[in-house]
C-alpha cells in the first residue's frame, strides 16, 4: 500500500492568533502530509479559516461536542480518504514545533512507518527538558496522570502532549471505541490501542512538543513583565488548578474504564 501521510488537528482561535503561522508554514504543510484536516470551532476567526484554506487544510467548522469529538472528526476524514500515517497534533502545537524544532518534526512520521512489528499508536511525549518549561499547574497535573497512564501500562508514558500518531488500522480502532468528549481522549486512545496489542504502542520523546502557548500571546507577555509573569497570571490560578485537576482524574479514569483494571474507589 502507497503511504499517504496526513494530519489532524483542532483549531480555536476567535483572535486569530494562528493565522500568521499557518501561512507561514502553509508550504511545509502541503508538503508533509497529502491530505490535513481541521476541526474547527465556530468562533475561529475567518482570517484563520482562510489561512487554513490557503495551506491546504480543510476545515470543518462547526460546534462539536467536545474536544474529544473533534479530534475524532479530524482523524476520521483523513483516515476516509485513505490516509496510513495520521499524525494528530493540536495546530498551536505543530506551528510552533515547525518554528522551533523543524528538523525532528520532519523526520518524525518515517519513525514509526519503519518501525517493525508495524504499530497502530504511538504516544508523541516530551523530553525531560521540554516537559519542564510548562506552567506548574501543567507539570503538576499532567504528571500526575501520566504516573497513572505509566503504572497501566507498565513503562513510563507522557500521553497529555496534544500530540499521536496512528497507522490506518490504528485510527479505525481507535475511532471504534472512543467515547470521552474532553481531553481525556489523550489517555483513551493508547489505552484502546494497548488493550488490543501492546507491542504496537510506542512511546517516544520530543523536544518541539514544549510550551507553545506563550508563542501566540507575545503583546500580554510584554505587556505583564516578560514570560514569568505572564504565565504566572494566566496559569497560577484557582479555577486553572481545578480544571487541570479534574482532567487529570478524567483521563486516568479513561485509562481504567477501558483496561478494566485498577482501583476504582
Known amino acids: 500500500m502507497p503511504l499517504t501521510r496526513a494530519l489532524a488537528t483542532t483549531v480555536h482561535?476567535?483572535?486569530?492568533?494562528?493565522?500568521?503561522?499557518?501561512?507561514?508554514?502553509?508550504?511545509?504543510?502541503?508538503g508533509a502530509y497529502m491530505h490535513?484536516?481541521?476541526?474547527?470551532?465556530?468562533?475561529?476567526?475567518?482570517?484563520?479559516?482562510?489561512?487554513?484554506r490557503s495551506a491546504g487544510i480543510e476545515a470543518l467548522?462547526?460546534?462539536?461536542?467536545g474536544i474529544g469529538a473533534s479530534r475524532r472528526l479530524a482523524v476520521a476524514?483523513?483516515?476516509?480518504?485513505?490516509?496510513?500515517?495520521?499524525?494528530?497534533?493540536?495546530?498551536?502545537?505543530?506551528?510552533?514545533?515547525?518554528?522551533?524544532?523543524?528538523?525532528?518534526?520532519?523526520?518524525?512520521?518515517?519513525?514509526?512507518?519503519?518501525?517493525?512489528?508495524?504499530?497502530?499508536?504511538?504516544?508523541?511525549?516530551?523530553?525531560?527538558?521540554?516537559?519542564g518549561t510548562h506552567p506548574k499547574v501543567q507539570v503538576a497535573c499532567e504528571d500526575a496522570t501520566n504516573r497513572g497512564v505509566s503504572a497501566a501500562?507498565?513503562?513510563?508514558?507522557?500521553?497529555?502532549?496534544?500530540s499521536a500518531w496512528l497507522s490506518a488500522d490504528g485510527a479505525r480502532l481507535v475511532l471504534s471505541r472512543s467515547v470521552e468528549s474532553s481531553n481525556a481522549t489523550d489517555g483513551e486512545w493508547p489505552a484502546i490501542a494497548w488493550l488490543h496489542d501492546p507491542r504496537?504502542?510506542?512511546?517516544?520523546?520530543?523536544?518541539?512538543?514544549?510550551?507553545?502557548?506563550?508563542?501566540?500571546?507575545?503583546?500580554e507577555v510584554e505587556?505583564?513583565?516578560g514570560r514569568d509573569e505572564w504565565i504566572?497570571?494566566?496559569?497560577?490560578?484557582?479555577?486553572?488548578?481545578?480544571?487541570?485537576?479534574g482532567l487529570a482524574s478524567a483521563t486516568v479514569a479513561a485509562v481504567v474504564r477501558v483496561l478494566g483494571t485498577g482501583e476504582t474507589e
Request: glycine fraction near 6%.
Open 232 to 245: 504566572r497570571a494566566t496559569y497560577d490560578t484557582p479555577a486553572s488548578w481545578a480544571h487541570r485537576l
Open 153 to 162: 501500562f507498565r513503562r513510563r508514558s507522557d500521553v497529555t502532549a496534544g
Open 77 to 131: 476524514t483523513v483516515a476516509d480518504k485513505g490516509a496510513n500515517s495520521i499524525h494528530y497534533c493540536d495546530l498551536d502545537r505543530w506551528l510552533h514545533w515547525r518554528e522551533s524544532w523543524p528538523q525532528e518534526l520532519s523526520g518524525l512520521l518515517a519513525r514509526f512507518e519503519k518501525s517493525r512489528p508495524a504499530p497502530m499508536y504511538a504516544c508523541l511525549g516530551r523530553t525531560t527538558r521540554a516537559f
Open 200 to 219: 504496537r504502542v510506542l512511546q517516544t520523546w520530543c523536544e518541539g512538543l514544549e510550551f507553545e502557548t506563550a508563542t501566540f500571546h507575545s503583546a
Open 223 to 225: 505587556a505583564a513583565g
Open 61 to 65: 467548522v462547526g460546534d462539536s461536542a
Open 36 to 52: 490535513a484536516a481541521a476541526a474547527v470551532t465556530a468562533r475561529t476567526s475567518g482570517k484563520t479559516l482562510d489561512a487554513l
Open 13 to 30: 482561535d476567535p483572535d486569530a492568533r494562528l493565522a500568521e503561522l499557518i501561512l507561514k508554514h502553509a508550504d511545509n504543510l502541503r
